[in-house]
């Protein structure tokens, strides 16, 4: 279970890069297309957006729902509190992504919460790396 949850929280820390290079990709892509003519509107996706959102809205909440389930038969001092402060976090996330389409200042956020789900996944990754406590058999 060690393995499994050092595990997820690297898969969400490279969701996290994923999310970045692809949404970063997205919008050169859209500059590129308005430069060369292209027209920007509200039906303006290519595949970073679509990247962007399927490992934004799925992918990424599926592995920290992974994490904190397996968080519970781990047995890593504080990995509980780790996984949760990550899920969370992407909770958040979400929430900021949704909020952002109608208040757009709360984009920032968006994009500096995601350096806190990269940075909190790594937190608990790190604590899985700790020996774990002996468990005492009566």
């Known amino acids: 279970m060690r393995s499994a949850y050092r595990v997820l929280s690297g898969l969400i820390t490279l ?4 999310q970045l290079a692809a949404i970063a990709a997205a ?6 297309d308005v430069d060369n003519g292209g027209v920007f509107d509200n039906n303006t996706r290519n595949w970073g957006h679509n990247l962007h959102s399927t490992v934004g809205a799925i992918v990424i909440p599926l592995l920290a729902v992974a994490l904190l389930v397996v968080s519970f038969f781990a047995r890593i001092p504080g990995g509980v509190k780790w996984a949760a402060l990550t899920f969370g976090a992407v909770v958040l996330q979400i929430a900021l992504a949704f909020a952002s389409y109608a208040v757009p200042g709360l984009g920032a956020l968006h994009g500096l919460n995601a350096l806190a789900v990269a940075g909190l996944a790594q937190m ?7 020996p774990a406590a002996p468990v005492a058999v009566a």
């Open 15 to 18: 969701g996290v890069v994923v």
């Open 27 to 32: 919008w050169f892509l859209v500059l590129n």
């Open 124 to 130: 608990a990754g790190q604590k899985a790396k700790t």
